[in-house]
T-cell receptor, first 116, second 115 residues
Framework: DAGITQSPRHKVTETGTPVTLRCHQTENHRYMYWYRQDPGHGLRLIHYSYGVKDTDKGEVSDGYSVSRSKTEDFLLTLESATSSQTSVYFC???????????????FGPGTRLTVL | AQSVTQLGSHVSVSEGALVLLRCNYSSSVPPYLFWYVQYPNQGLQLLLKYTSAATLVKGINGFEAEFKKSETSFHLTKPSAHMSDAAEYFCAVSARGGGADGLTFGKGTHLIIQP
């Protein structure tokens, strides 16, 4: 299994509070991604990173920000959590020898976030 | 732009019967295609992938899928279902050589195995 950990694994918070989720990898992969999974929607891309301090928006980026100060860590922040952000959040990583992603992604175990 | 349609949010088969999970894609460029499986309270595990080599792709746990460009399909099959195959299955597409953009997923199909 790819060395990907996510913390916390479960979190309950209140509307309006800031929340930061952490993804940590030991594979030294260049590309990292944050997805959210909701019933009936599959997984949707929030943000992704193609290197240290290089990030870009995905399909559902509103209300989220990310940071990547080290290759191994990719942080997802909800500046002011809302009930619509209650979801399961997955981190994924990708790499290829040529430096471009194979697009094959390996997923972490997920973080279940509940916003009351 | 890319999209994925998985036909049937739930599929039920008897143990030992053929499993067929349908996936159709839309992509403006030649695609990479993937099937992932998710067991309860776990992350996603790659079953198999199509990256322009053979159109019939074999994966783990006895699953295989066939890329049919004319039908824009990438259906997942397994000849004989096992109880341990009960899970959620996701089809995903990515632009070939498209850089760092993420995968576009279908909404998933929940596979139920009847004893």
């Amino acid at each position: 299994d790819a060395g990907i950990t996510q913390s916390p694994r479960h979190k309950v918070t209140e509307t309006g509070t800031p929340v930061t989720l952490r993804c940590h990898q030991t594979e030294n992969h260049r590309y990292m991604y944050w997805y959210r999974q909701d019933p009936g929607h599959g997984l949707r891309l929030i943000h992704y990173s193609y290197g240290v301090k290089d990030t870009d928006k995905g399909e559902v980026s509103d209300g989220y920000s990310v940071s990547r100060s080290k290759t191994e860590d990719f942080l997802l922040t909800l500046e002011s959590a809302t009930s619509s952000q209650t979801s399961v959040y997955f981190c994924a990583i990708s790499e290829s020898p040529s430096g471009r992603p194979y697009n094959e992604q390996f997923f972490g175990p997920g973080t279940r976030l509940t916003v009351l | 732009a890319q999209s994925v349609t998985q036909l049937g949010s739930h599929v039920s088969v008897s143990e030992g019967a053929l499993v067929l999970l349908r996936c159709n894609y839309s992509s403006s460029v030649p695609p990479y295609l993937f099937w992932y499986v998710q067991y309860p309270n776990q992350g996603l595990q790659l079953l198999l992938k199509y990256t322009s080599a053979a159109t019939l792709v074999k994966g783990i746990n006895g699953f295989e899928a066939e890329f049919k460009k004319s039908e824009t399909s990438f259906h997942l099959t397994k000849p004989s279902a096992h109880m341990s195959d009960a899970a959620e299955y996701f089809c995903a597409v990515s632009a070939r050589g498209g850089g760092a953009d993420g995968l576009t997923f279908g909404k998933g199909t929940h596979l139920i195995i009847q004893p």
